[in-house]
């Protein structure tokens, strides 16, 4: 089939209908690899937006996406519940940081984080502080392309031509201090002198923990979350912990939170939650959020997405949840971190290279330039690899099932790139 009626009709993601960029056009895909409709097979390095942790089409979670078909395909939340939502619930108990407690599904990762900036709105108003109605976010921070997260992105970054529309949120500049670098308490002071001067406009701060993706790609230091829980209990404000593009091994840990030992009040998770066949996000609040919203001003908490907590979405997430474990993510993810700090590291003696960052499956080349789109796709179809860079980063964050030889393919790509990129 040609491509023709896509570019006749189709409207792609962060792209024209006039002249649009060519597509590739997917047929199939199985393992790390995405096959393409003239036979050619890409390995997906890319993981398809960070959430193909387990590979394309993986039996486990198809098979289990096709059991539920047969049983309830979706019934409306509000006054049903079923059972892939509790034993998602119950797989999710077992996984999730002691302390956070009460999952409300979302369709995906930015409804999440909206749910979550409501529920934070909500507690305040059930304490009965509704002066504290903003948050605070981070420079360098993304947490999505709907309005309200938006509004809490990097100001500075994606979205900035929407400024007029966005709803106004405080803003500290992004972590300074590196992963590996030494910490400093003078990085946490903007913060502090946010939280100090306006705690009592505040109902949370929001933060993507350890890694900042889309409007960064940078790994920060993990004492910036401790003092930041710190500073959020003495200032009664909450903290929200988007772990949607690090939640379940991306970055070395099950959650990211886990390098500080810090516990948000509510987590933001998704993207490898349902293992990347079908969507599926949620907002999980404390024991007190979620308490404290019940008990008081209106008792409910005022949100119902149509397609909330589907069946199908679930079956599929119990599935990728248990093949993680069965897999031991956290060796494979261990083996994919050393084996791209060694790919990766030539680029260091690239002109134009301003740094090379690996933290578990994720692999940055920050360059000075980017190469061109025509550049990028020749060197895709050269190599095999898929890979989408933007801003000045060419990334990988592959699927978990990745061969040492698939590893080192995507290294090979990445030098390459950067090294097209310096031309
Ligand atoms: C940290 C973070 N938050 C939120 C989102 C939005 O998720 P979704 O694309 O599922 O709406 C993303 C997506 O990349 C993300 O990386």
Request: charge should be negative; hydrophobic fraction near 45%; charged fraction near 20%.
């Amino acid at each position: 089939m040609s491509t023709d009626s896509d570019r006749r009709y189709l409207w792609h993601p962060y792209a024209p209908v006039v002249n649009p960029p060519p597509v590739f056009e997917a047929a199939g895909g199985s393992g790390a690899r995405v096959r393409l409709a003239d036979g050619v097979e890409l390995i997906d390095a890319v993981s398809s937006w960070w959430c193909m942790a387990h590979g394309h089409n993986h039996p486990a979670i198809t098979s289990a996406i096709r059991e539920q078909c047969d049983k309830l395909t979706h019934v409306m939340f509000a006054g049903f519940t079923h059972a892939p939502a509790m034993e998602l619930a119950e797989e999710l108990r077992q996984r999730l940081p002691a302390g956070l407690k009460h999952i409300f599904f979302a369709d995906s990762g930015s409804i999440a984080v909206e749910c979550a900036v409501k529920m934070a709105v909500q507690y305040q108003m059930a304490r009965k502080l509704p002066a504290k109605s903003k948050l605070a976010a981070h420079g360098g921070g993304y947490h999505g392309d709907t309005i309200g997260a938006m509004s809490l992105s990097d100001p500075n970054g994606m979205h900035t031509m929407f400024k007029g529309l966005l709803p106004k949120h405080f803003f500290a500049p992004m972590p300074a201090v590196p992963f590996d670098g030494e910490w400093r308490d003078e990085a946490f002071a903007p913060m502090q002198k946010l939280l100090d001067e306006h705690a009592d406009e505040i109902a949370a701060v929001i933060i993507e923990p350890i890694f900042q993706g889309a409007n960064a790609m940078r790994f920060y230091h993990p004492q910036y979350l401790k003092k930041l829980r710190a500073a959020c209990d003495a200032h009664d404000v909450l903290l929200i912990f988007d772990e949607i593009a690090t939640g379940f091994g991306r970055v070395g840990r099950r959650f990211a939170q886990e390098y500080a030992g810090v516990t948000p009040d509510i987590m933001c998770i998704g993207k490898i939650l349902s293992g990347g066949a079908v969507t599926l996000a949620a907002a999980v609040a404390s024991e007190q959020v979620g308490e404290v919203i019940s008990e008081g001003g209106r008792g409910a908490f005022l949100h119902g997405p149509t397609y909330m907590a589907n069946p199908i979405a679930c079956a599929a997430s119990c599935a990728s949840l248990r093949l993680l474990d069965q897999y031991d993510w956290q060796s494979r993810v261990n083996a994919i971190e050393s084996r791209l700090k060694d790919g990766l590291a030539p680029a260091r003696a690239i002109a134009g290279v301003r740094d090379v960052r690996v933290l578990g499956a994720t692999g940055v080349i920050e360059v000075a330039q980017m190469p061109s789109p025509q550049v990028v796709r020749r060197i895709v179809l050269k190599h095999h690899v898929w890979l989408r860079p933007f801003g000045n980063w060419l990334y990988t964050m592959p699927p978990f099932i990745c061969t040492p030889d698939e590893i080192d393919a995507i290294s090979e790509t990445m030098l390459d790139l950067a090294a097209e990129a310096a031309q």
